[in-house]
């Protein structure tokens, strides 16, 4: 068994003079540039320049004009909140530029955690939170309608929130509590108030009762009679006469519009007009998307939704919809700062994208728009000359917005930084932590990475498996070019969330795969050919990833939490035998440290954990009540042992904590202000540079800190 304390102590140098100021920990993005679905974009209807941008899993921003970046808001979210993360609307005070507040939860019942406003009185730089009695759908379908949460623009205490399931509530105390309405539906797709004193809703129903109009302030309500059948309103803008301009989809999408309509409504005369531009006859398609030019009435653009044959367009009518023009034939796509879109796209970027859910002019100034896809941002300042038939230029203006989710981090000890397995968009070689454009695409990415490893002793040597043909990958030359298997287990037929971890020895000559649903396989020809293991358990509720030992190659782990299990091979995987059975209670992934044989490392929700001999037995180091996850880093001058890297609660304190002495001292890098809720658990340190740590999240991208000194100290 491991002695830590002694180890510790006979491994720790003298303490070093400490500075004149105490050095910092600093976080920053690996820069990747959006990577996930952007459901909504806010203008402020009154301070010019102040715009907003929401995700259904990675937080909610602010554009900083001045730096020409989006600020996250919300890292301040520990691990209990990270569900939060998914903001459903954002609600702006037309008086108060200042107040912004965010209806925000990710999922719908179960144990997800339940729903919340958050209420910023300094433009998002701090929040308070409003508990709420039910469950918001951040990541649900239905996300990228228009804002649910909505201030009354001449009672700016009073504000709306129409929820996923729960109906149209009502706050008379700027967000502190809240009463349901009256309104006869569940899903509430947006909240309208038109200015007069009448509040209009659009609800999910296929009957013509999907739009509402409360004349009493909330209390009473009517469906809005001529509404059509079978489709719902997605977006609603008032134009300065009054007149409601509406996008009809038959679902709330953003997957399975097949059907959809652009159409005003007078509510004076309570007249329909359609005006939609393209009938989805040859193709299906839905109408989601839409923006009122503030500065030239009669001016609007829409969105088609799902039109996935010839790929969604964006129309534009200078008439009130009496004509339109195509927008995509004449448009160009800025893809420089964000090479990965090329590959991603399939060589080339020369259509709009998808899941254009919401598209928003400025009204302050007509030549600025932005749309949105289900991988980041576009953005052009030259709308407005479109008129005279100049083309348009669209650029990823996704600086500072990373919405990726992380699926794995590997930090090999030569060559790049750190790589990237990524969902949805696959992953990367990041050669320049500070630049997509400087760094290195997977291609193929596979689409979905699941799983990564290294070779520790040959670290040029990379693999990885992906949810497309040939379902795997590995690299001879550290992750700049990729070879795609030549075969695969019989258990993986292309589900997504199959294939998932992979481990490879450390002399590179043996890999472990371990797809879900199923027993490990084993290829010593580079992927030519699997073989099943025997005594190793079915991966059935895909949580059992294969550790290889980081210095002997015959050697490889796993790691069964569900069951309290630890079962090793010393034949290269080929067969497994338990090696205890009174692990850990439901601990996270066990990592192997490297340097030293045997040594396996798991946090649990009451303890971290460490076994020296292969995981026959386990010592508990103090402190930790629960530790999340687990990495290794670069060792301190006069130590053999890795710096270590937890995630989890020490002496009843959240956060991410360092350590060069083996647990010794722990120096806490997160801050109320920077606690990263969205961790997946997934961390990686760099064994080149001391005291870096790379973070993988569910939605927040990666991030990684550094130790620094303030500037003080450097003057």
């Given amino acids: 068994m491991l002695a830590l304390t002694s180890i510790s102590l006979a491994q720790t140098p003298a303490p070093a003079p400490k500075p004149a100021t105490a050095p910092v920990y600093a976080w920053q993005n690996v820069e990747i540039l959006g990577g996930g679905f952007v459901p909504g974009v806010v203008f402020h209807p009154t301070e010019k320049g102040l715009v907003y941008a929401r995700t259904d899993i990675g937080g909610a921003y602010r554009f900083d004009p001045v730096a020409g970046r989006w ?5 301040f979210l520990g691990k209990a909140d990270s569900q939060l993360y998914g903001v459903l609307s954002i609600g702006l005070d037309p008086q108060k530029p200042d107040r912004v507040y965010l209806a925000a939860g990710e999922y719908l019942g179960g144990n997800a955690r339940k729903g919340a406003i958050l209420i910023s009185k300094d433009r998002g730089k701090t929040f308070t939170k409003t ?21 009354d623009p001449k009672n700016p205490q009073t504000l709306w929130l129409g929820t996923s399931r729960d109906g149209l ?148 009518s200078t008439n009130g919809g009496k004509s339109w023009t195509p927008l995509s034939k004449k448009s160009t796509f800025d893809t420089s700062q964000a090479p990965w879109l090329l590959p991603y796209a399939g060589g080339s970027h020369d259509h709009l994208g998808h899941w254009i859910g919401d598209i928003d002019i400025d009204p302050f100034d007509s030549s600025r728009v932005f749309y949105v896809t289900g991988y980041g941002l576009w953005e052009n300042r030259e709308l407005a000359s479109f008129d005279t038939g100049s083309k348009l230029n669209w650029r990823f203006t996704n600086q500072g917005l990373e919405e990726t989710a992380v699926l794995e981090l590997v930090s090999p000890p030569v060559g790049a930084p ?112 699997w073989v099943k293991s025997t005594g190793a358990p079915v991966n059935s509720e895909s949580h059992i990833f294969p550790i290889a030992d980081r210095v002997n190659p015959k050697k490889f782990y796993l790691y069964d939490n569900r069951k309290k299990t630890v079962y090793a091979s010393e034949d ?33 929700w009451n303890a971290l954990n460490v076994s020296d001999d292969g995981g026959k037995t386990f010592s508990t180091l103090p402190g930790f009540q629960e530790a999340w996850s687990v990495a290794f880093g670069k060792s301190a001058p006069g130590e053999t042992y890795p710096a270590l890297f937890v995630w989890g609660k020490l002496n009843d304190r959240e956060g991410l904590y360092f350590s060069s002495d083996l647990g010794a001292r722990w120096v806490r890098l997160t801050t109320p202000s920077k606690q990263f809720g969205s961790i997946r658990g997934v961390m990686a340190g760099d064994p080149k540079v001391f005291g870096r740590l790379y973070i993988g999240t569910d939605g927040r991208g990666v991030l990684y800190g550094d130790f620094k000194l303030p500037e003080a100290a450097n003057k």
């Avoid at 600020?71 to 890292?75: N, R």
């Avoid at 989601?288 to 044959?309: C, E, F, H, M, Y």
């Avoid at 992906?466 to 030359?477: H, L, M, Q, T």
């Fill in 572 to 604: 290269d995987g080929l067969t497994f035998k338990v090696a205890t059975m009174s692990a850990v209670d439901w601990g996270g992934r066990m990592r192997a440290a490297p340097g030293h044989e045997g040594h396996l490392w798991v946090g649990g």
């Fill in 169 to 316: 509530w009502r706050s008379e105390d700027a967000g502190l509590t809240w009463t349901k309405t009256a309104l006869p539906a569940d899903h509430i797709l947006w909240a309208l108030p038109d200015g007069k004193g009448s509040l209009y809703a659009g609800a999910e129903a296929r009957d013509g009762k999907s739009l509402y109009v409360s004349k009493d302030g909330g209390t009473s309500w009517a469906a809005v009679s001529g509404t059509p059948k079978g489709l719902m309103p997605h977006h609603a803008e008032f134009d300065a006469g009054g007149k409601l301009f509406l996008t009809f989809s038959d679902s709330v999408g953003p997957n399975g519009v097949k059907d959809g309509a652009v159409k005003t409504y007078d509510p004076t005369t309570g007249k329909w007009d359609d005006i939609t531009p393209l009938k989805p006859t040859a193709e299906t398609f839905g109408y989601a998307g839409l923006s009122l030019d503030r500065q030239k009435p009669g001016t609007l653009v829409v969105s088609t939704l799902n039109r996935w044959g010839s790929g969604d367009e964006i129309f534009r």
């Fill in 418 to 529: 750190v790589f990237s397995a990524l969902g949805d968009i696959g992953g990367f070689r990041h050669d320049d932590l500070t630049s997509a454009q400087n760094s290195t695409y997977f291609h193929p990415n596979g689409v979905h990475t699941r799983g990564m490893d290294f070779a520790e002793a040959k670290p040029s040597l990379i693999v990885r498996t992906s949810d497309r043909p040939p379902f795997g990958y590995y690299s001879e030359d550290g992750g700049k070019t990729w070879t795609g298997f030549a075969s695969r287990p019989p258990t993986v037929t292309g589900t997504d969330y199959q294939t998932m971890g992979i481990g490879v020895s450390a002399d590179g000559a043996s890999w472990v795969w371990m797809p879900a649903k199923s027993e490990p396989y084993v290829s010593t020809d580079k992927g030519q050919t």
């Fill in 71 to 75: 600020v996250q808001m919300l890292d």
């Fill in 131 to 151: 508990e709420l009695p039910f469950w918001l759908g951040g990541n649900a379908d239905g996300r990228s309608t228009g804002e649910r949460l909505v201030v």
